[in-house]
Antibody, heavy 117, light 110 residues
Framework: EVQLVESGGGLVQPGESLRLSCEVF????????MTWVRQAPGKGLEWVAS????????YFVDAVKGRFTVSRDNAKNSLYLQMNSLKVEDTAVYFC???????????WGQGTTLTVS | QSALTQPASVSGSPGQSITISCTGT?????????VSWYQQHPGKAPRLLIY???KRHSRLSSRFSGSKSGNTASLTISGLQAEDEAHYYC??????????FGTGTEVTVL
């Protein structure tokens, strides 16, 4: 079964760093762009970052530029989100998602929760 | 990178049709035929419904349809059913590999 499993969330203080991971199963990871999407408590979805299939290009929403980096290890079928200088407003559930050939996010993980307080 | 505008809530009775609008600008919705729609039930991950404005994701019921006119995209749910009660989000490509989601719409089945 095609699956994405996030991990690494937790409670941190403002200014600290954290790395989220997303392990993928049952598809050829190196063929797909990947994306991180977050959802603050009781709020809507926000696209955070994307990375191309070979990891050579990254794209970010303005709110996290310069603080977050996204990377991937295709040999380990894993996606990462390194978050530095965390702010209270970064508190959210973070989802990783696959950018399908459909130009839509066709597979999602279950999410991992980051609390900055 | 402003969020696309959706109505906060839409409701309908079982069997009725509802339409959710998603208004952007000439730099996102109006510029590209790359609007997708997602359904999210409480506590769950979002699920892709529609991609490239009007194409249904695999095995999606034909009760769901998408369209676009100018800077506004729309999702129509016909034959409304209890399980359609959820939040719905549009998403559009905004150029330079940037994407923007809509503000989200809560659908209530009366």
């Amino acid at each position: 079964e095609v699956q994405l499993v996030e991990s690494g969330g937790g409670l941190v203080q403002p200014g600290e760093s954290l790395r989220l991971s997303c392990e993928v199963f049952e598809f050829t990871f190196n063929l797909y762009w990947m994306t991180w999407v977050r959802q603050a408590p009781g709020k809507g979805l926000e696209w955070v970052a994307s990375i191309n299939n070979d990891g050579s290009a990254e794209y970010f929403v303005d709110a996290v530029k310069g603080r977050f980096t996204v990377s991937r290890d295709n040999a380990k079928n894993s996606l990462y989100l390194q978050m530095n200088s965390l702010k209270v407003e970064d508190t959210a559930v973070y989802f990783c998602a696959r950018f399908g050939v459909t130009n839509g996010l066709d597979v999602w993980g279950q999410g991992t929760t980051l609390t900055v307080s | 990178q402003s969020a696309l505008t959706q109505p906060a809530s839409v409701s309908g009775s079982p069997g009725q049709s509802i339409t959710i609008s998603c208004t952007g600008t000439s730099s996102d919705v109006g510029a590209y035929n790359l609007v997708s729609w997602y359904q999210q039930h409480p506590g769950k991950a979002p699920r892709l419904l529609i991609y490239e404005v009007s194409k249904r994701h695999s095995r999606l019921s034909s009760r769901f349809s998408g369209s676009k006119s100018g800077n506004t995209a729309s999702l129509t749910i016909s034959g409304l059913q209890a399980e359609d009660e959820a939040h719905y989000y549009c998403c559009s490509y905004a150029g330079s590999q940037i994407y923007v989601f809509g503000t989200g719409t809560e659908v209530t089945v009366l």
